[in-house]
C-alpha cells in the first residue's frame, strides 16, 4: 500500500521543525506466517482479469470537539490492466471514481460536480489524485493495491512492520488477520482461508497525535490545532466478489447525472499545473 503522507512530511518538516530521518522507518521483511497468507492472495488477484463487488465505507471520525461517523456503499468493477469503475451508491460526500485507462472522471454527488482529467498511469497512482485525498478514503491505497500489476509489492509498499494475527470469522467466513504498520497508520485486513483468498475486510486506523510523537514534535505548516488529535477509523466491508466474469460494455463509461455541473480537474500533489500553449495570431 503506498504510504503518500512520508513526501509530504518530509518536504514539509525539511523547511519547518525538526529535519525527518527516514533511516527511523527502514521496513521490515513480513514474517513466514504473514507470507504464507499474502502470496497466495496476491496471486489470486494477479492472475484475474476482471473483479466486481460491492463494498460499505464506514469512517468514524473523532476529534477533541465533536465525533463523527460517516458511511457510503459503493459498486466496482476492474479490468486490466488500469479500467476501474468505484461507483457511490449511497452516503454523503462519498465520490465516484471511473477510468477507461485513457481519461479519470471524478463525481461528488453531493455537490453534483463531475471533473474529466487524463488517467493515472496506474491505478495505485489514483489514489494520490487530490480528489482522492479530498474524499477523506485513506483505506482506497490498500483496496487499489489489490489490482496492481504485482498485487504483493504494492501492499507492501510503505510497510514498515507486517504481522499475523490470528484467525476470525468475518461474516460467517474464517479468515486470517494481518495487521500492517505504515509511517503515520495502521492497517489491518482479513482473507478468506481456503482455495479463494478473498478479502473480506480492511480496517485503517490514524491518529494525529501519534504522526507527531513519530515526528519527534516536528510541527506542519498551517496545522489546526482542532487536529492536532484527531483520530480517524475506517472499515471497509467487502461482498459480491466475481472474478473473471463478463462486464457491461458501458461499464467504464460516465455520464454525467441531470444537472450535474462539469469543473476543472485539480492539480495533481507534486504535480504543477501543465501551461496552455498561447494561441497563434491567426
Not at 46 to 71: P, Y
Not at 110 to 117: G, P
Request: hydrophobic share 40%; glycine share 6%.
Amino acid at each position: 500500500m503506498k504510504q503518500f503522507l512520508l513526501p509530504i512530511l518530509f518536504a514539509l518538516s525539511s523547511v519547518h521543525g525538526a529535519p525527518f530521518d527516514p533511516s527511523r522507518f527502514a521496513p521490515q521483511s513480513p514474517p513466514p506466517e504473514v507470507e504464507k497468507v499474502l502470496g497466495p492472495l496476491a496471486e489470486y488477484y494477479r492472475s484475474a482479469e476482471r473483479v466486481s463487488g460491492t463494498m460499505q465505507v464506514t469512517r468514524n471520525i473523532d476529534m477533541e470537539s465533536s465525533k463523527q461517523e460517516l458511511t457510503s456503499k459503493y459498486t466496482f468493477a476492474f479490468e486490466r490492466p488500469n479500467r476501474l469503475a468505484l461507483i457511490a451508491r449511497d452516503g454523503m460526500m462519498a465520490y465516484t471514481f471511473v477510468t477507461d485507462g485513457k481519461q479519470l472522471t471524478t463525481y461528488q454527488a453531493t455537490l453534483k460536480r463531475y471533473s474529466v482529467a487524463n488517467a493515472p498511469d496506474s491505478l495505485t497512482e489514483l489514489a494520490k489524485t487530490t480528489e482522492a485525498m479530498m474524499s477523506g478514503q485513506q483505506n482506497l491505497a490498500a483496496f487499489l493495491s489489490l489490482f496492481a500489476s504485482d498485487p504483493h509489492a504494492a501492499i507492501l509498499n510503505g510497510v514498515i512492520k507486517a504481522s499475523h494475527s490470528g484467525g476470525e470469522q468475518v461474516d460467517g467466513a474464517e479468515c486470517d488477520h494481518l495487521v500492517f504498520e505504515q509511517l503515520g497508520m495502521r492497517w489491518e485486513a482479513w482473507i478468506v482461508r481456503g482455495q479463494k483468498p478473498e478479502v473480506r475486510r480492511i480496517v485503517t486506523f490514524m491518529d494525529m497525535a501519534e504522526i507527531t510523537k513519530e515526528f519527534e514534535g516536528t510541527k506542519l505548516p498551517g496545522a489546526m490545532p482542532e487536529f492536532s488529535k484527531m483520530k480517524v477509523r475506517a472499515q471497509v466491508d467487502f461482498a459480491d466478489w466475481k472474478f473473471n466474469e463478463a462486464l457491461p460494455a458501458d461499464t467504464f463509461q460516465f455520464t454525467p447525472p441531470e444537472g450535474a455541473k462539469k469543473e476543472e480537474p485539480r492539480p495533481r500533489l507534486g504535480v504543477p499545473k501543465r501551461a496552455e500553449k498561447p494561441k497563434e495570431a491567426k
